[in-house]
């Protein structure tokens, strides 16, 4: 996958808001690598006012303990790049939100900061429905910083079209 241009995140987050808007429903976004890039790309849509709740923006794990309730032993058995510390985020923001569907977003954008185990580009984004399961997956964005979030933003907003 290539890093989607300004144009195609518009589109996604277009697509997404008449969905959500369709089915009456409310977003919010948990994001730690992206910064809060999804929940811009969501706001940047006339009218998102209707079906955006809120975004967390939570890269410390501080934050995602204290804005998300994502476990301290989580985070220090799985790391915060992972498949347990992304379903509490996405669970989490449920909970401390008026929102109904929810996206988390968690990775290593680079370019430090990989492992053998957790190289850069490694990313795991979660979708959940309130009331619902979580479905959480990981993904290996290659490129520069900035490609590895334009393709997290991406893959993120596809997911909940799936949702």
């Not at 959500?20 to 994001?31: F, I, K, P, S, Y």
């Not at 706001?43 to 890269?59: E, K, P, Q, V």
Request: charged share 20%; net charge negative.
């Amino acid at each position: 996958m290539s890093a989607p241009t300004d144009e195609e995140l518009r589109a996604l987050a277009h697509q997404v808001g008449e969905r959500l808007r369709q089915d009456r429903d409310h977003l919010v976004t948990a994001e730690s690598c992206t910064g809060g890039w999804i929940a811009k790309c969501v706001t940047d849509i006339a009218g998102s006012s209707d079906w955006f709740d809120c975004g967390l923006a939570a890269y410390s794990y501080e934050a995602k303990q204290a804005l998300l309730g994502v476990r301290p032993q989580t985070l220090e058995t799985h790391g915060a790049v992972s498949r347990e510390t992304v379903i509490e985020m996405v669970s989490g923001a449920l909970v401390n939100s008026g929102a109904s569907v929810a996206v988390a977003v968690t990775g290593i954008a680079g370019p430090g900061g990989g492992s053998p185990d957790k190289p850069v580009g490694t990313v795991w984004i979660g979708w959940k429905r309130r009331g619902g399961y979580a479905r959480a997956e990981v993904f290996q964005f290659a490129g520069d910083r900035e490609a590895v979030r334009r393709q997290t933003v991406a893959t993120a907003l596809a997911g909940l079209e799936r949702l």
